[in-house]
């Protein structure tokens, strides 16, 4: 019943290729798979009354979802050559004044094991305003045969009560990259999951429309193929909602409120795991609460805008005094661009 909800994987996109391409050839189709999160607005209204059912007592009750990786190794002077041009699209401000950042949130679902959890998440724009960025193991269950997870929604600036400042996105579609479904590659680990526009509810429960994503909370830009190196390699701005312990036992944040970290993107040497093309950035972040944490590039605080060029997939401690310092993200190159473009291109429309 509930396992007969969870969508297998499909992969619509897929035209023919066995194997991705990280060359500066263009990202072709087959780089891309593509699976709905929801089989039409029924069930995405079903998916915000999960969430809002018993006075959202699923959100306050949602934990938050484990690394899916032990990360071992260390951050690196080596060299990262890009596989083609820089690429940098230009970020989207809300229509609305309001504090920033207001692009940062959590994504909720409902797992392989059929409890409520979370990651972290961000609003990035695009020709629809519908556009978020995760982690790809915050919206695929990888236990099993590769499936979406069910109930997914956004939720832009979560409160500390489980509140809903600026609405709840149901997401509609999710896209990644061939890699990460078919061999569970964690330099693939990213999705972009189109949404529907906004809801919040009103006093006797009923859904209103709030307004697309991008509209409300604006949407970060992107970065591609940025050269890293001891001398060039890019700040970013990381920003999640951790919440884990340390390996040494120590809980420094709680999980309610949106933390932010600085650092340099450097290339990385892993033992674990078997990953070739994840880089690294200095971090404090715990693992848990922090995947899919937003690193953003050129980060203007009083815009709230930058360029995403990082999405946190795990974390680890290098030097080993118990403490994690380093979060890893997938390499924003090529191929990575063309998910986001076949993304970006995914209209969604209104649950009401």
């Known amino acids: 019943m509930i396992e007969m909800r969870r969508k297998l994987l499909t992969s619509g996109l897929v035209l023919g290729l066995l194997t991705a391409t990280t060359t500066a050839a263009p990202a072709h189709a087959a780089d891309v798979v593509s699976a709905p999160l929801v089989w039409g607005v029924p069930a995405a209204r079903d998916a915000v009354a999960y ?14 979802f484990t690394p899916p990786y032990d990360v071992r190794g260390q951050r690196a002077s080596g060299v990262v050559e890009p596989p083609g041009k820089p690429l940098q699209i230009s970020p989207v401000p809300p229509m609305a004044e309001g504090d920033p950042p207001r692009t940062a949130g959590k994504v909720f679902f409902v797992g392989g094991d059929d409890r409520p959890h979370w990651c972290s998440g961000v609003a990035v724009q695009n020709q629809y305003h519908n556009l978020v960025a995760t982690a790809a193991h915050c919206v695929y269950d990888m236990v099993g045969a590769p499936a979406t997870t069910y109930h997914w929604v956004f939720i832009p600036g979560p409160a500390t009560d489980g509140t809903h400042p600026y609405g709840i996105y149901a997401g509609k579609q999710v896209f990644t990259h061939y890699d990460f479904t078919q061999y569970r590659d964690p330099d693939r680990d990213i999705a972009f999951v189109s949404v529907y526009s906004g809801v919040v509810p009103s006093g006797d429960g009923t859904l ?67 990953a070739d093309r994840l880089v690294g950035v200095e971090s404090p972040f715990t693992g848990e609460g922090s995947l899919g944490s937003a690193w953003l590039l050129g980060y203007e605080d009083e815009r709230g805008l930058g360029y995403l060029n990082g999405v946190t997939a795990g974390v680890s401690d290098t030097d080993g005094d118990g403490r994690y310092d380093t979060g890893v993200s997938p390499y924003f190159d090529t191929s990575l661009a063309g998910v986001y473009k076949a993304a970006a291109a995914n209209w969604t429309g209104r649950l009401t």
């Open 51 to 64: 969430w809002l059912a018993d006075g959202g007592a699923n959100l306050r009750n949602a934990t938050p």
């Open 208 to 274: 209103t429309t709030n307004g697309r994503l991008g509209d409300i909370v604006g949407g970060q830009g992107l970065a591609y193929n940025q050269r890293i190196d001891e001398t060039t390699a890019p700040e970013v701005d990381v920003f999640g909602y951790p919440i884990g312990p340390h390996p040494d036992g120590s809980r420094p944040y709680t999980g309610q409120s949106l933390e932010r970290s600085a650092g340099r993107v450097t290339a990385t040497n892993l033992t674990s795991p078997e």
